[in-house]
């Protein structure tokens, strides 16, 4: 039994079971939904997937009943709680986790999360019929979840204010009549607002706009050529079959027009060369390069033209050329009294100012400035619309908040960060708002979107969208208590020893919340300052207590920032242990790229600043569960700085009294990191994310000792014990090549130097001699090709053959395996791969091992990442689909099967924009 603070307690569900890949599939889904969902509420930045925050609260209250039926009823009853398509839960389900919360808690604990982001910790605590209170130190977040944990909570069940003449009419729906006021009192506002700035939007008749898409211009750096160069990356406007349309910039003396050409053969030419920020003078082709671009930009030589106008008609979109009355210039009246706000100086992550755009109302046009404002200064007047028509101030608070998070969310896609976007599926095009990744780029073209229709940008778009996400939100609790506060303070929010803490903290250094957070600050606090002063007294976000490790607020140094956020978030723990029930664990999700990106040892900075920080505060991890969040096959994951898994750490207090030194940690690592990588590739862990999975056992055999003494007397570091870590578990993987068959072997040193590229004969000799195999053997194994004979190739997934059957295999090798399973998936699913599996099972030999399959798809990905993506992926793909080919094969009988040709084997692999990361 494991010691607390106070003694004996007993150990719940989250300490000893988890059905991880019903979490993450819940979370891929929720992730991957574009509506509906409480992210759609308002952009905040790597928010946590609700289900994972829903079923790591429950698991964290539950008793566990022991091994058994009663603990697998609980784990089955996870499965309903976190459904896989994100259906919403139904009332038995609820009311049935209310009850099992309540059995192991006489008395509810509060839950409490003291960097509340996005709200979904709040969010998914009321459902679970919990009191919860939240609290961050950027009023972007706390306002955000006010509005989801305070404000709209208490709207359920309550007639609309403008309704107020229907006596007392209540609503089938819980927020119906919510729902009813914000379209009342939103269309009240865009209405005061057109007639206010209306005209600054001229459209042709015959339809609705949708965008004007607009280029930058610079001065041709050609003294000779006096043309001003159009900045644009695509000539396309849509793809989409039988609507094709391209623009054609034409030189006509010292003037540029573009004119727009339907169908799809016209022209297709852009400005844009390759490389960032490349371009040509479409007269002289002279260049216009990073260096020049920077300098004109600084001097405030930038223009915008007119590319084309689109709008929807009854006979779907179209595109026209930029006429006289479009292009004209405005007289737009822009606001003298905008908060002056500067863009971060961080040009890594804040690329705008280094053309120049130093402020943040750079990053909009003046009719855009204009119509926001006026947004924003009408939702300002509204509180005091809703008391006069009879509201209260709870309702009044609540509308008037929820309008004021729709200006915002207007802001997002309506500056000159817009993209217009042709989805590479079916070719359409659409405006896509900012913040596709946690940065602010320099875009040069850009679509300004209409704010007064109904498409991607309107005032109408917001309200709709968020009324989507109402039917989601809890209703039976009572509303949760949300500040604004330090999270080093957060924990005298509660009273000591009554929550249970479940928090998803900021990542060292990779995201800039408050920086980012001033784009929709600007806005936010012209509207709502009025109803929310405590959030907004300042010009701007908070930014020198921010708890990020950002050098640029320590002197340029990385090391001071490092120590900042050890030290900061050791009171973090310090303070939140105080107020944590003794009985109940902290959990902490986690996700930081575990490679070191600047190459200065095994482990990252991110990962030893936080657990340095949970062991110093006195905090011990006694488990971890990496739960997937993304698609992991996403490029954009593979060989880069992003994660497609949350490590969840549980955390309890440190009773830890023995001394070791580094032998005999280094011994438990060996004997117990096989089995625990073992379980994490059975629970679906993508290989991508196994050197991260498998910090968490490690760190839990470190933090069972007081001291892991070095050979010279001194403790060692949590630096020094991930990097012993990382080695061991990389010694588990590697280490068992040993176990392959030979043709396996051979494969596998001839894939880690050569991958699929030919190369002589010579080079394979050394390896057949090593591995004991034949040439011969190997070809016809479908393993190698050995024509012409002077070369050898490892055959490629297209190279596979297309009628490969294992069962009829006589040289079967788990190379074979792994190449065709990988083959099957990506072409035919999980169905198409469980046939195959089904297959190798019905061998009578028992040549093949599936677990070793396994672990050579898990090897396979970890040679291939970085250097060969697209293999990586693949890999990736099959790893972590694995439990689920394994059930299904166990439904499906062996049979003869064709695989199709593969058209284009990469096709799907594209680097999409991330809406949430």
């Known amino acids: 039994m494991s010691q607390g603070t106070s003694g004996e307690y007993r150990r719940k569900l989250i300490d000893v079971a988890l059905p991880l890949t019903k979490i993450s599939e819940a979370s891929i889904a929720e992730k991957n939904r574009k509506v509906g969902t409480v992210k759609n509420f308002h952009k905040w930045f790597a928010p946590m997937p609700t289900p994972a925050l829903r079923a790591l609260i429950f698991a964290s209250l539950v008793d566990d009943p022991g091994p058994g039926k009663d603990r697998d009823d609980l784990i089955e009853f996870l499965w309903e709680l976190v459904p896989a398509k994100g259906t919403p839960l139904s009332e038995a389900v609820l009311r049935k986790a209310h009850r099992l919360i309540a059995a192991s808690n006489p008395e509810l604990p509060t839950v409490m999360d003291p960097f509340a982001g996005g709200g979904s910790t709040i969010v998914e605590a009321l459902r679970l019929g919990l009191p919860a209170v939240s609290s961050d130190l950027n009023p972007v977040a706390a306002l955000v979840t006010r509005a989801l944990g305070e404000l709209l909570p208490a709207m359920a069940h309550v007639s609309a204010v403008s309704a107020s003449n229907d006596t007392g009419r209540m609503d089938d ?73 391209t623009i054609e910039p034409v030189v006509n003396g010292d003037q540029v027009q573009f004119v727009v050409h339907q169908g799809k053969d016209g022209p297709a030419r852009a400005t844009k060369g390759r490389g960032r920020a490349q ?63 500067e863009i971060s100086g961080n040009t890594k992550n804040f690329a705008p100012p280094l053309y120049g755009l130093t402020r943040q109302e750079d990053l909009y046009t003046p009719r855009q400035i204009a119509v926001l404002a006026t947004f924003a200064d009408e939702v300002a007047k509204i509180y005091d619309t809703i008391i006069e028509d009879g509201g209260n ?32 599926r079916n070719g359409a095009p659409k405006a896509v708002q900012a913040f596709g990744t946690q940065a602010i780029p320099m875009v040069w073209d850009f679509a300004e979107t209409y704010p007064f229709g109904k498409s991607v940008g309107s005032w109408t778009a917001q309200i709709t969208s968020i009324i989507g996400l109402l039917k989601i939100l809890p209703t039976g609790a009572a509303p949760g208590r949300v500040a604004q506060i330090d999270a080093r303070r957060a924990g005298e929010l509660v009273e000591p020893g009554t929550a249970l803490i479940v928090t998803d903290p900021p990542y060292f250094g990779q995201i800039n919340y408050a920086d980012l957070s001033d784009y929709f600050y600007v806005w936010l606090r012209r509207a709502l300052r009025g109803v929310h002063p405590d959030l907004f007294g300042t010009i701007a976000t908070p930014k020198s207590v921010e708890l990020v490790a950002n050098p640029s607020r320590h002197e340029g140094s990385k090391e001071k920032a490092q120590q900042y956020f050890i030290e900061g978030f050791t009171e973090v723990f310090t303070s939140l242990q105080k107020a944590s029930r003794p009985d109940l664990p902290i959990v902490v999700a986690y996700a930081a790229k575990q490679d070191d990106a600047e190459g200065k040892g095994a482990v990252s900075s ?103 003494l070095q050979p010279d007397g001194k403790p060692m570091t949590v630096r020094e014990a991930l990097i012993e870590i990382d080695k061991a578990a990389t010694a588990v993987i590697d280490g068992e090549e ?26 394979a000799d050394n390896l057949l001699r090593q591995t004991g195999t034949a040439i011969r053997d190997l070809v016809e194994a479908g393993i190698v090709s050995n024509t012409p004979r002077s070369t050898v190739c490892l055959l490629d997934f297209d190279e596979l053959s297309t009628d490969y059957d294992p069962v009829k295999d006589n040289r079967i090798s788990h190379w074979e395996v792994a190449m065709h399973l990988a083959k099957h998936f990506k072409e035919q699913g999980i169905d198409g791969a469980a046939r195959l599996v089904a297959g190798v099972r019905s061998r009578t030999d028992a040549a093949i091992s599936l677990d070793r399959v396994n672990r050579l798809v898990h090897r396979l990905f970890k040679i291939s990442d970085r250097k060969y993506q697209k293999t990586a992926a693949m890999f990736n793909e099959l790893g972590t689909a694995w439990p689920d080919i394994m059930t299904a094969a166990q439904n499906v009988s062996p049979e003869r099967y064709v695989t199709p040709e593969i058209d284009d084997l990469f096709s799907s692999f594209e680097e999409a924009e991330d809406d949430d990361d």
């Open 606 to 708: 991110a990962w030893v600043s936080m657990l340095q920080a949970v062991l110093a505060s006195g905090l011990a991890v006694v488990g971890t569960w990496p739960i997937e969040s993304t698609m992991s096959t996403r490029q954009v994951s593979l060989g880069a700085n992003a994660l497609a898994s949350y490590i969840i750490l549980i955390c309890r207090p440190r009773q830890a009294e023995d001394v070791t030194d580094k032998s005999a940690f280094l011994a438990q690592l060996q004997e117990e990191l096989p089995e625990a990588i073992e379980a994490l590739r059975k629970g679906g862990v993508s290989p991508l994310d196994m050197g991260q999975a498998a910090i968490g056992p490690g760190m839990r055999i470190f933090s069972g000792y007081k001291e892991v």
């Open 279 to 341: 371009f040509a003078c479409p007269k002289c082709s002279s260049p216009l390069g990073e260096k020049e671009l920077r300098s004109l930009g600084q001097r405030g030589e930038f223009g915008v033209q007119l590319m084309a106008y689109c709008m929807d008609t009854k006979g779907g979109r179209v595109f026209m050329s930029p006429s006289a009355e479009l292009e004209q210039t405005i007289l737009v009246e822009v606001p003298d009294d905008l908060d002056e706000l």
């Open 738 to 763: 040993a176990e392959f068959d030979a043709p396996t072997r051979f494969a596998l040193k001839w894939f880690r130097q050569y991958a699929f590229d030919r190369s002589e004969y010579r080079n």
């Open 393 to 424: 101030p709870g309702q009044a608070r609540a509308i008037a908040t929820t309008l004021g998070i729709c200006v915002s969310k207007m802001a997002q896609a309506s500056s000159t960060l817009v993209r217009w976007f042709i989805d590479p």
């Open 173 to 245: 729906l819980p927020y119906d009549g919510f729902a009813d006021d914000l379209r009342h009192y939103g269309a009240l506002i865009q209405e005061k607002v057109k007639a206010k700035v209306g005209h600054y939007y001229p459209a042709p008749p015959g339809g609705e706009p949708v965008a004007w898409l607009w280029a930058r211009t610079a001065p041709c750096t050609n003294p000779m050529c006096e043309i001003r160069v159009p900045l644009f990356g695509s000539a396309w406007l849509s793809k989409q079959k039988g609507r094709e349309a």
